[in-house]
C-alpha cells in the first residue's frame, strides 16, 4: 500500500445496527480470529464446503463443471498486487498477502450468507506498477498491467462470468487507475459487473473516516500516539505492520519498534504547481479539495522515486507512518473493517443496488494518471505538428 490513493464515493457502506452481517462480523472479531488469519498453504488451497456453502478454486474446475455453474448467481475473486519493499521489517509480499487475504475472506463471508450463491477464487496476480524500487519489488508498466488485468476480464466475461471482484493491497496511483480502468473497460464492452472496491474501502480507513468502528472493535478509545502514527501515511507503517502482527507475526522484523514517523519528501515543483492551480480553482469558487489530496499523493510517489534511485531528499526512505506503534490488537481490527466494507460494497453490486462503474477511487478521476494518456498526448501532439506543417 503505497502512498495512499485518494479515494471518492457515495455510497453510505455502514448496516445499522443489529443486522445479520454486523451480528457475524462482530462475532468474528471477538472470537479467537482464526478465521481472519491468512493461510500459510498455497493459494488456493482447495473447495469448502460447510452446509449449502460453496467456495471453488478455479484451477481445480474442470471445462464441464465451468460449464455448469449458474453464473447469474456466481461471483468470482482475482487479486492483483505485486511484490514491493515495506520498510526494513515488513515481507516483500504484504500488497500480495492483504490482496489475497481480502479475496479469501470476503468471498468465504459472501458464500456464508449467501447460500445460492457460488464463489470462485482465482489464484493472485502478482503484478504491479508505482512499486518502490529497490531491491525485492517487482515493478512492471501501467501499460503491462492494465493490459494483463483487461485480458483477463475479457477471458472471465467471454467464460461467463457476471460478477468479477479484483483486490488489491497496493496503493500506487497508477496501479489503481489501471485496475480501474480496466474494470470499467471491460463492463462496459461485455456487460458484467467488474470492480475493485480495495482502494475506496482502505481509504476510508487510512483518511480516519472508520475511527468509531476501529474503536468500537478495540473497545477502547486510541491513544493520541496511535492516532498521530495511524494518520500521517501508510505505507508499512502502523495499518500495515498492525496487519501483519495480527496475521504472520513470525514475518515481521523485530526493529519495527525502534522505527520512528517517515515518509517519502515531496517533488517540490509539482507541490509548488499544484498548490497555485488549487489556490485558483478556490477563488473561483471550485472545491478544490480532491485536487489537493491528488497532488500531494502524486508528489510524494515522485519524489519517492527520486528519493530511491537518485537520493533526493535525503537517505532511502522505505516506509511511511509510524510502525512503532503497530499492534496485534490494532490488526485485528484492521482486517475486520477492511472485510465489512470490502463485502458491503460486493453485496450492494451483486444485489443491483450499485454498478460496477460507481467503484471508483479518485484514481479514476484525473486524466494524467490514465492508461494511454501521453501515447494520446503524443499523437494530438503530431497530429498539430503535422497541421502546421502542411
Not at 509539482?270 to 480532491?290: C, F, N, P
Request: overall charge neutral; proline content about 6%; some cysteine.
Amino acid at each position: 500500500m503505497t502512498a495512499p490513493v485518494l479515494v471518492q464515493g457515495s455510497l453510505g457502506l455502514e448496516r445499522p445496527p443489529g443486522q445479520l452481517l454486523a451480528v457475524k462480523h462482530k462475532r468474528a472479531v471477538e472470537d479467537d480470529d482464526t478465521s481472519l488469519r491468512l493461510s500459510a498453504t498455497p493459494w488456493y488451497s482447495g473447495s469448502s464446503s460447510e452446509g449449502n456453502m460453496a467456495t471453488i478454486a478455479a484451477a481445480n474446475l474442470s471445462y464441464t463443471k465451468v460449464r455448469a455453474l449458474d453464473m447469474r448467481r456466481t461471483v468470482c475473486f482475482q487479486p492483483v498486487s505485486a511484490l514491493e519493499v515495506h520498510g526494513p521489517h515488513l515481507p516483500i509480499g504484504m500488497d500480495y498477502f492483504m490482496a489475497r487475504w481480502m479475496a479469501e475472506e470476503t468471498g468465504r463471508r459472501f458464500a456464508e450468507a449467501h447460500a445460492d450463491w457460488t464463489v470462485v477464487q482465482l489464484p493472485p496476480l502478482p503484478l504491479g506498477t508505482d512499486e518502490l524500487p529497490l531491491a525485492g519489488s517487482m515493478n512492471a508498466s501501467q501499460r503491462t498491467v492494465y493490459g494483463a488485468v483487461t485480458a483477463h476480464g475479457r477471458s472471465l466475461a467471454r467464460a461467463g462470468y457476471r460478477y468479477i471482484v479484483l483486490t488489491n493491497g497496493h496503493g500506487g496511483p497508477r496501479h489503481a487507475a489501471a485496475l480501474e480502468h480496466a474494470c470499467l473497460k471491460i463492463s462496459k464492452r461485455y456487460g458484467v459487473q467488474m470492480f475493485t472496491p480495495c482502494a475506496l474501502v482502505l481509504h476510508r480507513i487510512i483518511r480516519g473516516a472508520r475511527n468509531e468502528t476501529v474503536e468500537s472493535l478495540l473497545g477502547r478509545p486510541l491513544t493520541d500516539a496511535e492516532k498521530r502514527g495511524l494518520f500521517n501515511g501508510e505505507h508499512a507503517g502502523s495499518w500495515e505492520t498492525s496487519f501483519m502482527l495480527a496475521d504472520r507475526p513470525e514475518l515481521v522484523e523485530p526493529c519495527y519498534r525502534d522505527l520512528q514517523l517517515d515518509g517519502p519528501p515531496a517533488f517540490k515543483p509539482l507541490t509548488t504547481i499544484g498548490e497555485r492551480v488549487v489556490q485558483w480553482r478556490t477563488r473561483h469558487g471550485s472545491d478544490a479539495a480532491k485536487l489537493r489530496e491528488t497532488v500531494d499523493s502524486l508528489s510524494k510517489s515522485i519524489g519517492w522515486l527520486l528519493n530511491a534511485h537518485y537520493g533526493y531528499g535525503g537517505p532511502s526512505v522505505t516506509y511511511a507512518g509510524d510502525p512503532s506503534i503497530a499492534s496485534a490488537e490494532i490488526g485485528k481490527a484492521f482486517r475486520e473493517v477492511m472485510v465489512r466494507d470490502c463485502l458491503e460494497v460486493v453485496e450492494a453490486v451483486t444485489a443491483g443496488k450499485m454498478q460496477a462503474r460507481e467503484v471508483r477511487s479518485i484514481a479514476s478521476d484525473h486524466a494524467i494518471i490514465q492508461p494511454h494518456f501521453w501515447e494520446r498526448v503524443g499523437l494530438v501532439a503530431a497530429a498539430v505538428l503535422a497541421l502546421l506543417v502542411l
